[in-house]
């Protein structure tokens, strides 16, 4: 009896991992001992599991370990899927808004099974957000909500991942403060500004 397998096709599981495998399977016929190829013949290994594999086609082969005449073509042109890679269509820009007011930043980024974390650099480096006047810190947008005077000047970026990550552009904020108010008080003209009084 002619020898016979078919085969188990991993695809790459991340772009650039180069983890994909094929396994021989269900061999019969010969003499029951193998070799295995996955170029065509060219090559040959007793073990069925070819591991670490990069994109491409590959010719899958299985023979009669004494008598590579004896062989059988399980597929010609097997083909190891890469997943694409993570690209950002559209970048953070720089906002400009009025003090206790509201924004937001926005990414639209192609790739599967993608997660975002947002970050902000108030002056010491990007750190992950947290805290009030912030949602959406995981989504593709971050909403800034009742902006302080504190936020002038911090820079945001999101990073985007599934197996692997990019960092997109660095965006900022200005935050305009908000016009003092001005009182009078009494006849002699007296005003308050911001609890200073001016005469």
């Not at 096709?9 to 994909?20: F, L, R, T, Y």
């Not at 007011?101 to 975002?116: P, R, V």
């Not at 970026?157 to 935050?175: D, E, F, R």
Request: aromatic share 12%.
């Amino acid at each position: 009896m002619s020898v016979y397998a078919s085969r188990i096709v991993n695809d790459i599981s991340c772009h650039e991992a180069n983890d994909g495998s094929i396994t021989f399977i269900n061999q019969s016929g010969g003499s029951g001992t193998y070799d295995y190829s996955i170029d065509g013949g060219t090559s040959w290994s007793s073990n069925p599991d070819f591991t670490d594999l990069t994109p491409g086609v590959y010719s899958l082969w299985i023979a009669d370990k004494y008598d590579h005449g004896d062989y059988y073509i399980v597929n010609s042109a097997e083909v190891i899927h890469e997943p694409p890679p993570i690209t950002i269509q559209l970048q953070p820009f720089n906002r400009s808004i009025d003090e206790d007011t509201n924004t937001t930043f926005m990414i639209n980024a192609s790739g599967d099974n993608l997660s975002y974390q947002w970050f902000v650099d108030t002056g010491g480096g990007f750190d992950p957000i947290n805290g009030t006047h912030y949602a959406g810190v995981d989504t593709p947008i971050l909403e800034i909500i009742g902006a302080p005077f504190s936020f002038n000047n911090n820079y945001y970026m999101c990073v985007v991942s599934n197996c692997s990550s990019i960092n997109s552009n660095h965006a900022k904020l200005t935050v305009i403060p908000r016009e003092p108010v001005l009182r009078t008080i009494g006849n002699n003209g007296t005003t308050i500004n911001n609890n200073l009084l001016m005469y």
